[in-house]
């Protein structure tokens, strides 16, 4: 004799107050822990996710444009140029208005640094909202048990307590695992991406700063206290 099968369908595993436990828990968790500055750039980042890897190669044609252009006409003929990358308009501002070689690399390394650093809070928001969503799944769990051990009494209001306890796990597994944690992975392996090609326009700007002002350029290490950094991006 054939029986038939029972399917789970989408809308048995939808339960508003299992999602709202654990998606509102994570939520005010994150917003109780982060900086409101971090946390706005965790949420701006969400939105390059879907643009491809950077490229420094249009951002070196365009400092190498501009060299000609101030071999030609000179280094103030620079002001006027439209530069939209901030990183590489902060260093020719630095050369036009005559800082040395050493100098501008100083600048652009301390801006790259801060972009280092950004990514790196924006990612850390991300997998903080993976630790914590288990965490909150297990709070709804708690709350669906403590509410069907209130109800034992009442047979129909068992089933939606069950619901709550064994959604509320389901919600913060899948959450942690399909949506935060590969948010902050590919946020890391976007910075990373990043710092690496954004290493490469300081040798043509210091090359640039070095033609208009010639003082001799020594390359600056980097501070001590920012390798932790550097290697948590990597």
């Known amino acids: 004799m054939h029986h038939p099968t029972h399917m789970i369908t989408l809308a048995q595993l939808l339960d508003p107050a299992a999602l709202a436990i654990v998606g509102g828990g994570t939520a005010l968790a994150i917003v109780l822990r982060t900086p409101f500055r971090d946390l706005g750039h965790a949420l701006a980042a969400v939105t390059t996710l879907g643009c491809g890897r950077f490229d420094a190669d249009p951002l070196l044609q365009q400092i190498t444009a501009l060299a000609r252009i101030a071999k030609r006409h000179g280094v103030m003929a620079l002001d006027r140029s439209v530069i939209a990358d901030a990183d590489v308009a902060a260093g020719i501002a630095a050369i036009v208005d005559g800082a040395s070689a050493t100098d501008v690399a100083t600048l652009v390394q301390h801006r790259r640094r801060a972009r280092i650093e950004r990514h790196v809070a924006a990612a850390d928001v991300w ?7 288990p965490a909150m799944g297990m709070v709804g769990t708690l709350v669906g048990l403590a509410q069907m051990f209130a109800t034992m009494s ?44 954004r290493a490469r326009i300081e040798a043509p700007l210091v090359a640039l700063a070095e033609r208009e002002t010639p003082r001799g350029y020594v390359a600056p290490t980097l501070a001590p206290t920012l390798a932790p950094t550097l290697a948590t991006v990597a």
């Open 154 to 197: 009442d047979p129909g209001a068992i089933g939606g307590a069950m619901a709550v306890a064994l959604l509320a796990t389901l919600y913060g597994a899948l959450f942690a695992n399909l949506l935060f944690m590969p948010i902050a992975n590919r946020l890391r392996a976007q910075g990373r991406n990043e710092a690496f090609e």
């Open 127 to 133: 997998a903080g909202a993976a630790e914590v969503a």
